[in-house]
């Protein structure tokens, strides 16, 4: 495709519901990464796949956030048991290589709110 | 660790003026230092992509410029539009394979 996809646009998810967030990036793009932004904030950095390895997971808040690019595409962010703080937008970006020195092309976001 | 601070917060200009958006950052080991602009409810569009080894980049009427032994880049937006009123952002790379975001400028270009 032309740019970053992310699907669906808008979740509502009631509390302890399980949600997943899915990115296609741009083809052929090597890195992926998963932010978060909350109202008014800038992103908060989540993880980053290079193809399909999970290098930096640093940023997930705990252990029920998971995220996958299993074949190195396609990407999963998966939140279990939802909790109301974890409403916000959940954005998506790609970048052609691994090298940091490269734009990042980002996604429109998935709204998740949690009620 | 990384931070990085935008000033102002928020800007309200009529149409036409020359700005000046302000981008810190306290690590100068960067590669780079992309500015982003994003839409009530989107995602972010890259403006410019400024690389460790320049000083500037131009795009239609934004420039911007990077400093690197001050920690310090601004976005120059000439002769504003109200079509400019969005957020504008500032990110730099940081440890590892991630991207450090300021808080952002809310822009409200007025007719």
């Known amino acids: 495709g032309a740019g970053v996809s992310q699907s669906p646009r808008y979740k509502v998810a009631k509390r302890g519901q399980d949600v997943a967030l899915r990115c296609d990036p741009i083809s052929g793009h090597v890195s992926l990464f998963w932010y978060q932004q909350a109202l008014g904030q800038g992103p908060e950095f989540l993880t980053y796949f290079q193809n399909e390895a999970q290098l930096d997971k640093s940023g997930l808040p705990s252990d029920r956030f998971f995220a996958e690019r299993p074949e190195g595409s396609v990407s999963t962010l998966k939140i279990q048991r939802t909790q109301q703080e974890d409403s916000a937008v959940y954005l998506c970006a790609s970048s052609s290589e691994a090298a940091m020195n490269t734009e990042a092309f980002f996604g429109q976001g998935t709204r998740l709110t949690v009620v | ?111």
Do not use: H, M
């Not at chain 2, 700005?19 to 009530?40: E, G, H, K, M």
């Open chain 2, 1 to 111: 660790k990384q931070e990085v601070t935008q000033i102002p917060a928020a800007l309200s200009v009529p149409e036409g003026e020359n700005l000046v958006l302000n981008c810190s950052f306290t690590d100068s080991a960067i590669y780079n230092l992309q500015w982003f602009r994003q839409d009530p409810g989107k995602g972010l569009t890259s403006l410019l992509l400024i690389q460790s080894s320049q000083r500037e980049q131009t795009s239609g009427r934004l420039n911007a410029s990077l400093d690197k032994s001050s920690g310090r880049s601004t976005l120059y937006i000439a002769a504003s539009q109200p079509g400019d009123s969005a957020t504008y952002l500032c990110a730099v790379p940081s440890y590892g394979q991630n991207f450090v975001f300021g808080p952002g400028t809310r822009l409200s270009v007025l007719p």
